[in-house]
């Protein structure tokens, strides 16, 4: 009854890849409208082809855009069959009230959310000495995003979110055609992650955190069986290159279908999607009974890493489902509740099990902290508050989705009184790079350094391909073969830093701000070695700084607006 909404809500999405205020102003309006539009009737057919038509006058939908006739036919006739099952639906429930829907669904700002404003601080703990013989490494790989179609010699100008495939026909010239190894516009291929997974391998990991984002970027022409699918042959491949080695995998956006989309009803995604995973897990032998029971149930599941079994402190996993409170996911809109599936009330418990035991604790999660993807009632409400309590306990949080290098440092108050007391920086939250090139990265990874005598990140390393450097771009040879070159040897000492702790890096975040050779190094980094994505402006150079003191939403954005920085932490 509601399908004229189908239309609207293409056009709306692909403003909302910029949320602001003018896009508030019209989601407003066009509720308003839809609350008139209530009593006509529509077929699903018009509906679709209507939807279509949008997306074809716009040059793409849903935030993704095409240029020429084949291209964005197939973009958009493609989005539409994929989305609109569940917009129908979702659209069929809302309440159709313009305050609280433009809201959720990210085009205005919560205007009664308090705004935190707590700017004294204490100095970072001690750290303990640590004894360097007795290392733990691990090696984390986030983001493949595989494409199992990328061809080889074909078409990198192709108007569509991703290339090189063969469907999209041949190239105009030698400098569209998609190398052997990869392209700026394509995804992982199939060599390439042979590469990487071969080359991870011969680092000898103790453990490997996988933080989801298997499937390819063509999220135009996906279906739940194709992202399943693609997912369970990783594993396989993946379980066959590491052999014994634990593995921990989570979701990533990109796992669920369609992209960013997971049901609140946890039970819905059981059948097509944890399910069969966790049966391949089981298969690779990466987790435990009671963990693959967690996962199959509802995504997320914590897990004991064998190879501290011999260590000192124990060691644990917490592998959360990422995806249930974040706006991308619209089926939110229906359900804000802060304890879905009882993931809350779980990590609650987990966390305070794992410190009642005296275990160290690695929470891996696929977002960062701070671009937003996260409702803050749930991050900021209740996630940052629990990393805060737990800090002794959390050694750190590993996650990805960027593909870029990043470091982000969480706080805790230091009391308990109205307010909260002083500031400190309390946990850090390690963004590690993605083997894909789509977008314009260097296919990238870090490998961590962990004192098993007390589970603290120690140092990290990180490796890159430089595709355009080592003349892979357009490259239709096998050979010369991608080099995976050692760009930061140690975190610790390429950043002049003395230890990793948090407080050392909101002190690196302030020297970024008047260093220049420092500035550029980390800029380097972030844009992964390719020059072209770089930006030393005066304003990107805030945001790198700020992207690592605020780990949160909120936090990041007093701190560009110059209210929340280093200072607090005398
Ligand atoms: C737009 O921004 C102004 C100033 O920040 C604010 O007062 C207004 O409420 C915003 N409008 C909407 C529709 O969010
Ligand atoms: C819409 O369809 C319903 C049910 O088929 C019908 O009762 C109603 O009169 C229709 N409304 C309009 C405006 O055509
Ligand atoms: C806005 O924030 C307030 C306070 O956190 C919360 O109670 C309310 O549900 C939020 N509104 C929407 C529409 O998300
Ligand atoms: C590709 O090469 C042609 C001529 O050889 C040139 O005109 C064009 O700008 C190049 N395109 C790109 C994307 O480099
Ligand atoms: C998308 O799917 C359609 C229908 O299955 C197919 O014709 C088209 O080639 C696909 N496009 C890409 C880029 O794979
Ligand atoms: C997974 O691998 C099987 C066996 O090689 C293949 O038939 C299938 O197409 C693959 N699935 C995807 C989504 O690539
Ligand atoms: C959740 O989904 C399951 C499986 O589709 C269904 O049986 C159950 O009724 C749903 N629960 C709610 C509260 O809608
Ligand atoms: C939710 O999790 C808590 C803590 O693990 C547990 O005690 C409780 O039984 C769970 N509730 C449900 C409904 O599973
Ligand atoms: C945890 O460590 C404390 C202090 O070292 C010790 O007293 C306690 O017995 C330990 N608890 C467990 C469960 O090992
Ligand atoms: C610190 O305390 C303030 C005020 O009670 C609260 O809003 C904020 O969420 C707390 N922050 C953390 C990280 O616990
Ligand atoms: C680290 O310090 C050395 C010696 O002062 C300096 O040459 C180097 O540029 C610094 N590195 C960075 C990334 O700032
Ligand atoms: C740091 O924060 C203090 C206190 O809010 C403020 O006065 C100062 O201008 C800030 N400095 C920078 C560089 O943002």
């Not at 996988?210 to 042959?233: C, F, K, L, M, R």
Request: proline share 6%.
């Amino acid at each position: 009854m509601l399908k004229v909404l189908w239309p609207v809500a293409v056009a709306f999405t692909a403003a909302r890849a910029a949320p602001s205020n003018e896009s508030c102003s019209l989601c407003e309006g066009v509720v308003e409208l839809l609350q008139e539009a209530l009593t006509w009737n529509a077929t699903e057919g018009l509906v679709e082809s209507v939807a279509r038509d949008v997306c074809l006058a716009g040059n793409g939908g849903f935030g993704w855009t095409c240029s020429g006739a084949w291209a964005c036919n197939d973009l958009c006739s493609n989005i539409v069959k994929v989305f609109a099952p569940e917009i129908l639906d979702i659209a069929g429930r809302l309440a159709l009230d313009p305050t609280t829907d433009c809201v959720a669904l990210g085009f205005c700002a919560n205007t009664t959310a308090e705004s935190s404003a707590m700017l004294t601080g204490v100095a970072d703990k001690p750290l303990p000495a640590t004894t360097a013989s007795s290392l733990m490494r691990i090696v984390h790989l986030t983001d493949i995003h595989w494409d199992p179609e990328y061809v080889s010699g074909s078409n990198s100008d192709c108007g569509e979110p991703l290339c090189c495939r063969a469907v999209q026909g041949p190239p105009s010239g030698a400098n569209t055609t998609c190398g052997y190894w990869g392209d700026y516009a394509g995804d992982t291929n199939t060599a390439l992650l042979d590469s990487y997974l071969a080359f991870a391998k011969s680092l000898n990991p103790d453990v490997v955190f996988a933080t989801g984002d298997d499937p390819p970027h063509n999220v135009w022409n996906q279906t739940q069986e194709y992202n399943t699918g693609v997912s369970i042959n990783m594993t396989r491949k993946m379980a066959a290159v590491f052999g014994s080695t634990p593995v921990f995998p989570i979701l990533g956006n990109h796992n669920g279908f369609p992209v960013n989309q997971y049901h609140t009803n946890t039970s819905e995604d059981q059948a097509w999607l944890f399910g069969p995973l966790a049966q391949a897990y089981a298969q690779a032998g990466w987790l435990d009974e009671s963990a693959i029971a967690s996962f199959a149930q509802a995504g997320y599941y914590t897990a004991r890493i064998p190879a501290s079994a011999s260590s000192p402190t124990a060691m644990r996993v917490v592998a959360l489902h990422p995806g249930l409170h974040v706006t991308d996911n619209f089926w939110t809109i229906l359900d804000q509740d802060l304890n879905i599936a009882n993931m809350t009330a779980w990590l609650t418990a987990t966390l305070a099990s794992a410190k009642a035991a005296n275990e160290t604790v690695y929470l891996l999660t696929h977002y960062p902290p701070n671009d937003g993807a996260y409702y803050p009632a749930w991050f900021e409400g209740i996630v940052a508050p629990l990393v805060a309590q737990y800090r002794d306990t959390i050694a750190a949080l590993f996650l990805g989705h960027t593909h870029h290098s990043q470091v982000q440092v969480m706080w805790a108050n230091t009391s308990s009184t109205p307010g909260g007391g002083p500031l400190t920086p309390a946990v850090v939250a390690y963004v590690s790079p993605a083997p894909t090139s789509n977008g314009g990265t260097n296919p990238s990874f870090r490998v961590y350094d962990v004192d098993r005598a007390t589970g603290r990140v120690v140092d990290f390393r990180e490796y890159r391909v430089d595709l355009a450097g080592q003349g892979l771009i357009n490259r239709l040879s096998p050979d010369p073969a991608p080099q995976w070159e050692l760009v930061v040897p140690s975190a610790r000492s390429f950043y002049n830093m003395t230890d990793l702790r948090p407080s050392s890096w909101i002190a690196l975040a302030e020297r970024l701000r008047t260093d220049d050779a420092l500035f550029h190094a980390w800029e380097f980094a972030y844009a992964t070695g390719n020059p072209t994505e770089a930006d030393y402006s005066d304003g990107e150079r805030l945001e790198r700084v700020c992207d690592v003191i605020g780990g949160t939403a909120t936090l990041k954005s007093l701190c560009k607006q110059g209210r929340f920085n280093a200072s607090v932490a005398h």
